[in-house]
């Protein structure tokens, strides 16, 4: 029997697509032997782990508004366009206003990976699911620290920043680790190609403090592209399938609008329908 791996890779409030796709995936009671989430991705996955749909749905259409969530307030205040203590603590802890079923979560034998980049080295540091523990979310917050909209977020003393910047689309670490029906989620058209010019400027401003990780963020465009190139190929052998949005709905990493946000959430929905014949065959 094939062994299957979903890997979303995030994009701020883009990856309400991803959330699309996990909700449809639970109506069809479909799990994954493993999940590899990078940045937002990671939260999405958390939830589907724990089997609570439509719970990311109403983070990105609801929570996400609210100025604590994320807002330039924030910025000033604690130096977090997104404060990720109050979006994975705050929200998500046992106490929290939409708390995670971290029970169901853990006994879910779905295993994880979650992808950040070391600040230190630039490096990509995989976290598994044994670094997850209720009410320590740490390692969500981790691959989730935009650099410079964000502070890296400090695990166990180490600070680390946003995963897309070290590896962005892990299709090769799925491969290498045995999985031979996989299903990736974008949240650019397929056919995007990233660019180096957006990097630049926060690559320049990162030096300053974390200059392996200031050009790990400066030559991202390339890591991107040549993964894309490897999913692709892979795709092409019939060994992975590629979900990604015709269009962005006016949807950014850190932009957002209603009406953008529940189109792309059911463009998530409408193309997990193509999983179930894949994951099969």
Request: proline share 4%.
């Amino acid at each position: 029997m094939a062994k299957t791996a979903l890997i979303d890779v995030g994009g701020g409030f883009r990856s309400i697509y991803g959330a699309g796709v996990m909700d449809r995936l639970l109506e069809l009671g479909i799990d994954f032997d493993k999940c590899y989430g990078v940045s937002a991705g990671s939260a999405n996955m958390f939830t589907y782990i724990a089997h609570q749909p439509k719970r990311t749905h109403k983070f990105y259409t609801e929570y996400a508004f609210r100025k604590e969530y994320a807002s330039a307030s924030n910025f000033f205040k604690i130096h977090n366009f997104v404060d990720l203590d109050y979006v994975y603590g705050t929200l998500s802890n046992h106490d929290g206003e939409y708390p995670v079923d971290y029970e169901a979560f853990k006994a879910n034998p779905t295993d994880f990976t979650v992808v950040a980049c070391d600040a230190r080295d630039g490096h990509a540091k995989y976290f598994s699911k044994d670094d997850v523990a209720q009410d320590d979310y740490d390692v969500l917050k981790a691959s989730s620290a935009v650099p410079v909209a964000c502070e890296p977020y400090m695990v166990n003393g180490v600070p680390y920043f946003d995963g897309g910047i070290a590896d962005p689309i892990p299709v090769q670490l799925a491969a290498d680790e045995g999985y031979d029906r996989i299903v990736l989620i974008l949240t650019h058209q397929r056919d995007f190609v990233r660019e180096a010019k957006k990097d630049v400027l926060p690559s320049k401003i990162l030096r300053r403090t974390y200059p392996a990780a200031a050009e790990r963020l400066k030559n991202r465009y390339r890591t991107y592209n040549e993964e894309m190139k490897v999913a692709e190929r892979m795709a092409s052998e019939g060994r992975l399938l590629i979900l990604a949005p015709d269009d962005l709905c006016g949807l950014d990493t850190l932009t957002k609008n209603a009406e953008g946000l529940e189109k792309m959430y059911q463009k998530g929905i409408s193309a997990a329908d193509a999983i179930p014949e894949f994951i099969e065959s």
